[in-house]
C-alpha cells in the first residue's frame, strides 16, 4: 500500500522559516519523481515545487523561487521542503504527491502551514 505522510507543519511568523517532510512507503521512492502542492483557503490546488527521480532536477513556482528548497533522501525514503522567508500567502496546506506520468498518482493527507504574526 503506498503511503506518503507529511509532517512538519505549524504556525510561523512572516519571515520563519519551517521545513517539512514527506515519509514515504509502498513503492520504489527513488525511481519516483515528487512534487509538493499546496492549498490556500478557499483556493485551488497550487503546484509548488518538484523534484527528479535521482534529485538532480529541482523546479519551482514562481511564487516560491528562492525561498523554497525541495530536497529527497532516498536512503530515508523522505521527500522535504525547506521554506524560508515565508509570507502570509504561504498560508495552506501542503501536500506531497507522487507523479506517474502523465498524473499524480498518490498524495498525502497534508499538513497545515499558517504564517501569521
Known amino acids: 500500500e503506498v503511503q506518503l505522510v507529511e509532517s512538519g507543519g505549524g504556525l510561523v511568523q512572516p519571515g520563519g522559516s519551517l521545513r517539512l517532510s514527506c515519509a514515504a512507503s509502498g513503492f520504489t521512492f527513488s525511481i519516483a519523481a515528487m512534487s509538493w502542492v499546496r492549498q490556500a483557503p478557499g483556493k485551488g490546488l497550487e503546484w509548488v515545487s518538484r523534484?527528479?527521480?535521482?534529485?538532480?532536477?529541482?523546479t519551482y513556482a514562481d511564487s516560491v523561487k528562492g525561498r523554497f528548497t525541495i530536497s529527497r533522501d532516498s536512503a530515508k525514503n523522505t521527500l522535504y521542503l525547506q521554506m524560508r522567508s515565508l509570507k502570509p500567502e504561504d498560508t495552506a496546506v501542503y501536500y506531497c504527491?507522487?507523479?506517474?506520468?502523465?498524473?499524480?498518482?498518490?498524495w498525502g493527507q497534508g499538513t497545515q502551514v499558517t504564517v501569521s504574526s
Open positions: 523534484i527528479s527521480s535521482g534529485g538532480g532536477i529541482t
Open positions: 504527491a507522487k507523479w506517474e506520468a502523465p498524473a499524480y498518482d498518490y
